[in-house]
C-alpha cells in the first residue's frame, strides 16, 4: 500500500471553529490533493498541490485553504467550520499529473461540523 | 463541465450473480476513465480504459468503455460477499495542467450469501 497516513481519522467540532486535516505521504510523490465524498456527489476535488508551496483551487474550494511547507505534507484547514462542511475527506497522491492509475488514496478523516 | 453519472445507485444480489454496473460521462477532453472500488475506507483503483485499451479484464471483473456512445460498464461474474462495495467511476480531464478527476455518485453494490 502507498504510505499515507491522514490525521485525525476523526473529529467532530463546532460551528465557527478553525480546523486543520494533515495528510503526510512517504512516496516523495508531487501531487497531492483533497477530496470530499458526500452521499449522492461522489468524490469533489477541493485543492491540489503540484509541489511545496505551489497550491491551487479544485472545483469546491470555498471555505478551504491549504499549504505545502515540505513535501510529505499537505494541510486542509476550514477556517470556520460550518455544517456544510460534515463530510468524509480524503486525501490522495500521485506521481505524476497525467493520472493514469497511479492515484493513491489515504484511509480519510470523518469530519463533524455541529 | 465534466459529468459522470453511474447506474444504479445500489444493487442487491446473492452470491453467484453477474452484476452490470454503468457509467455515462461527458468530459471536455478526454484522457482516461478509471474504475475504482471502495470498502469502508479508500478507494482502491480496479481498471483503467483508454482510446488505445477500451477492455479490461480481471479475474471476474472485466470493464469495456465505448468512446463513441460516452459510456462504459463494469462486469463481475460469479459474485461473492467480498464484492461489496461502493464501485466508483471517474473521467480524467486531460485538457488541464493537474490531475484533474470528475467521479461519479457511486453504485453500492450488496451481495448476499
Known amino acids: 500500500d502507498a504510505g499515507i497516513t491522514q490525521s485525525p481519522r476523526h473529529k467532530v467540532t463546532e460551528t465557527g471553529t478553525p480546523v486543520t486535516l494533515r495528510c503526510h505521504q512517504t512516496e516523495n510523490h508531487r501531487y497531492m490533493y483533497w477530496y470530499r465524498q458526500d452521499p449522492g456527489h461522489g468524490l469533489r476535488l477541493i485543492h491540489y498541490?503540484?509541489?511545496?508551496?505551489?497550491?491551487d483551487k479544485g472545483e469546491v474550494s470555498d471555505g478551504y485553504s491549504v499549504s505545502r511547507s515540505k513535501t510529505e505534507d499537505f494541510l486542509l484547514t476550514l477556517e470556520s467550520a460550518t455544517s456544510s462542511q460534515t463530510s468524509v475527506y480524503f486525501c490522495?497522491?500521485?506521481?505524476?499529473?497525467?493520472?493514469?492509475?497511479?492515484?493513491?488514496f489515504g484511509s480519510g478523516t470523518q469530519l463533524s461540523v455541529l | 463541465e465534466d459529468k459522470v453519472v453511474q447506474s444504479p445507485l445500489s444493487l442487491v444480489v446473492h452470491e453467484g450473480d453477474t452484476v452490470t454496473l454503468n457509467c455515462s460521462y461527458e468530459?471536455?477532453?478526454?484522457?482516461?476513465l478509471l474504475w475504482y472500488k471502495q470498502e469502508k475506507k479508500a478507494p482502491t483503483f480496479l481498471f483503467m480504459l483508454t482510446s488505445s485499451g477500451i477492455e479490461k479484464k480481471s479475474g471476474r471483473l472485466s470493464s469495456i468503455l465505448d468512446k463513441k456512445e460516452l459510456f462504459s460498464i463494469l462486469n463481475i461474474t460469479a459474485t461473492q460477499t467480498g464484492d461489496s462495495a461502493v464501485y466508483l467511476c471517474a473521467v480524467e480531464d486531460g485538457g488541464t495542467s493537474y490531475g484533474k478527476l470528475t467521479f461519479g455518485q457511486g453504485t453500492i453494490l450488496t451481495v448476499h450469501p
Open positions: 498541490s503540484y509541489g511545496v508551496k505551489d497550491t
Open positions: 468530459v471536455t477532453n478526454f484522457r482516461s
Open positions: 490522495a497522491i500521485s506521481e505524476s499529473w497525467t493520472l493514469s492509475e497511479k492515484l493513491f
